[in-house]
């Protein structure tokens, strides 16, 4: 029997924010398509290795609809250009064969996940006008991040690819990398233990809840908007207001305790994204602590897996 449903493809198919992406857009009626690197958890229909992708024999590339490119090359140590040639490969080189593949092979829809953390520290919401210039934290990662933003929007205007491209903020939420910082402090206040501050606990962030990046990546798939698009809580977060969250939320009274005073050279932290022009699509991002709530119930729900 013939499938007819409309196909997502949707890359980096085993990390965080597709692991929260695949299941809503099945739950819409998509024939979903995950692209990775290796064979993880199956929450996809079917699941292709970028060679099969590539090879155009598993799939025709008439029948995509969307194609959710998610998959990113996030090094291990942020301040070491040892790291800079492999993010530069995936982050934008990867980018631009995909998006030109797309653009010649298919007319399905590109929306593409970028980083919100490209421009300048600064108090006011940035604005997807506002210079960006990721030289003083993470430089090689955001670079080739914000060089994979170029080559995309060269392809949209020159080749017509119909894209849209998002600058998220600092996801958190469900399948959350253990690593990250939410997830720490989470699992140390679970466990009645103090949260380690550092820099002061000046650090910032603009927190954004994992599902709620998804409603803007299922709403842009039905809609006609094309560009570059922040999607964050709109407001940054110091560590030190994130972890009282975290205490509060997670009903933790060991309290917290500073590593280090802030020595950096410049601000440790990122600009909040301003979300005027993302309020288009019709949804309101959680604040940190309706996402943690979500998060607490989550986690005592949790599938397996």
């Known amino acids: 029997m013939n499938d007819h449903r409309a196909v997502a ?5 085993n990390g965080f924010l597709a692991r929260n992406l695949i299941p809503s857009l099945v739950d819409e ?9 290796e064979k993880g958890p199956d929450r996809a229909s079917e699941t292709l290795s970028w060679e099969e992708f590539w090879s155009g024999d598993s799939i025709d590339p008439n ?14 140590n942020l301040e070491d250009s040892i790291h800079a040639a492999a993010c530069v490969n995936t982050n934008a080189l990867l980018t631009l064969k995909l998006a030109e593949h797309v653009a010649t092979h298919s007319k399905a ?7 919100g953390q490209v421009y300048p520290y600064q108090t006011q919401p940035a604005t997807e006008e506002d210079d960006v210039l990721p030289m003083h934290r993470a430089c090689f990662y955001l670079a080739s991040k914000l060089l994979g933003e170029i080559y995309v929007e060269r ?7 119909d894209a849209i491209t998002f600058r998220v903020g ?21 466990k009645g233990q103090r949260l380690p501050l550092r820099h002061g606990g000046r650090q910032q962030s603009d927190l954004v809840y994992a599902p709620d990046v998804v409603q803007y990546l299922l709403r842009a798939a039905k809609s006609n908007k094309q560009g570059i698009f922040n999607a964050g809580s709109g407001k940054a977060v110091t560590t030190r207001e994130m972890a ?18 802030c020595t950096a050279a410049f601000h440790p932290g990122f600009a909040p994204l ?18 943690l709530e979500n998060l607490r119930s989550w986690l005592e729900n949790r599938p397996a897996g």
């Open 29 to 37: 009626g998509w024939r979903v398509i995950g692209v990775s690197r």
């Open 155 to 161: 392809t949209r205007k020159v080749l017509g690819l």
């Open 274 to 291: 301003s979300m005027t022009r993302t309020a288009a699509f019709g949804w309101k991002p959680r604040t940190l602590s309706e996402g």
């Open 109 to 115: 829809r590109f929306i593409h996940c970028s980083s």
């Open 244 to 261: 009282e969250t975290v205490n509060r939320v997670f009903g933790s009274q060991a309290g917290l305790v500073e590593e280090e005073p």
């Open 9 to 13: 493809v949707v890359t980096g198919a």
């Open 63 to 76: 029948q995509i609809k969307a194609l959710f490119h998610l998959a990113a090359f996030i090094p291990p």
């Open 170 to 190: 600092s996801c958190y939420g469900p399948w959350m990398p253990k690593t990250s910082l939410v997830a720490y402090f989470v699992s140390l206040a679970s």
